[in-house]
């Protein structure tokens, strides 16, 4: 069974939308982690933020927002007002203690097409 | 700019060479791993260093072939591969250890194997 699930595999929007990145993940740890991570077309991973499973709290940077809920064992992501620069594949991950080091498993990834 | 450097970009091969690729991190970071891309499938961690000993390696076969010989390097050694090898190399680092910090990559090696 799949530890993070990413249902939506694509997703296309006009530019100035609002979307939300779905992202539910499983497990049975206390102590985990979630990430989101953005692959534009160049192909490198960009680390976009970092949720420990203490903390709750929604964040909000710029037009990124991002909601965890452990109720739901979802940490989804939005992107308000977007724009073509959005286009690209993002990848939830989650963190589990493994032999005592974290190592993060990766959904398999959204693919967001922000059109002009 | 993250830090991660992975060389070459680009890389065709025969099913009869070898070849290596390489990571070069300057973070400071102490762990460093391989994942593999393919189209269509999920990242697919191959394999785990943590203070240059190998900890994770997930049934990879036997033609690829880690390299670790310090923190800041790491090597992925290629040979007799097949064309359903090919894929998007990806190297990653992190901090390491018990305190999970979030993994920086590198743009990857973009493989094809003819």
């Known amino acids: 069974a799949q530890k993070v699930t990413q249902a939506q595999t694509e997703i296309s929007v006009v530019e100035k939308e609002d979307v939300t990145l779905d992202c539910v993940y499983e497990t049975r740890d206390t102590t985990y982690y979630l990430f989101w991570y953005k692959q534009p077309p160049s192909g490198e991973l960009v680390f976009l933020i970092r949720?420990?499973?203490?903390?709750?709290q929604n964040e909000i940077s710029g037009r990124y927002s991002w909601n965890f809920q452990k109720s739901t064992s979802s940490f989804n992501f939005t992107i308000t007002a977007s724009q073509v620069v959005d286009s690209a594949v993002y990848f939830c991950?989650?963190?589990?203690?493994?032999?005592?080091?974290?190592?993060?498993?990766f959904g398999r990834g959204t693919s967001l097409i922000v059109h002009p | 700019e993250t830090g991660v450097t992975q060389t070459p970009r680009h890389l065709v091969m025969g099913m009869t060479n070898k070849k290596s690729l390489k990571c070069e991190q300057h973070l400071g970071h102490n762990a460093m791993y391989w994942y593999k891309q393919s189209a269509k499938k999920p990242l697919e961690l191959m394999f785990v260093y943590n203070f240059k000993e190998q900890t994770e390696n997930n049934s990879v076969p036997s033609r690829f072939s880690p390299e670790c010989p310090n923190s800041s390097h790491l090597f992925l050694h290629l040979h007799t591969l097949q064309p359903e090898d090919s894929a998007l190399y990806l190297c990653?680092?992190?901090?390491?250890?018990?305190?999970?910090?979030?993994?920086?990559f590198g743009q990857g090696t973009r493989l094809t194997v003819v």
């Open positions: 949720r420990n499973s203490f903390d709750e």
């Open positions: 990653a680092s992190s901090s390491g250890g018990r305190r999970n910090t979030e993994a920086f």
């Open positions: 991950a989650l963190s589990e203690e493994s032999g005592g080091s974290y190592i993060p498993t």
